[in-house]
């Protein structure tokens, strides 16, 4: 079974493909840089409580669904989140 801090990187990693997010973004998005996203992501240093915070309100993810892992996370993910479908057609509205 992985560890609370495995499951929350699989997490991570879900939420970013499902957006269309690239670690720069998401440190943008949580007030970071993107090398310690890196990090987090790669083991080397940890998500902290503070940063689960910082997850739940950039995903609008409830804390513990965000903790209950990639699939619970993803079911909660607000649709106007989701990155387009690669090679969907965009809609143009011509005057």
Wanted: charged share 20%.
């Amino acid at each position: 079974m992985p560890s609370t801090e495995q499951t929350l990187r699989l997490t991570v990693a879900a939420l970013m493909r499902m957006t269309g997010e690239r670690q720069a973004d998401l440190a943008r998005g949580l007030g970071l840089r993107q090398p310690q996203i890196s990090r987090k992501q790669a083991g080397t240093a940890v998500w902290t409580l503070t940063d689960v915070d910082l997850l739940s309100a950039h995903y609008g993810i409830p804390v513990p669904d965000l903790l209950a892992g990639v699939d619970r996370a993803i079911h909660c993910l607000p649709t106007r989140r989701y990155a387009p479908a690669p090679g969907a057609a965009q809609l143009t509205i011509s005057p």
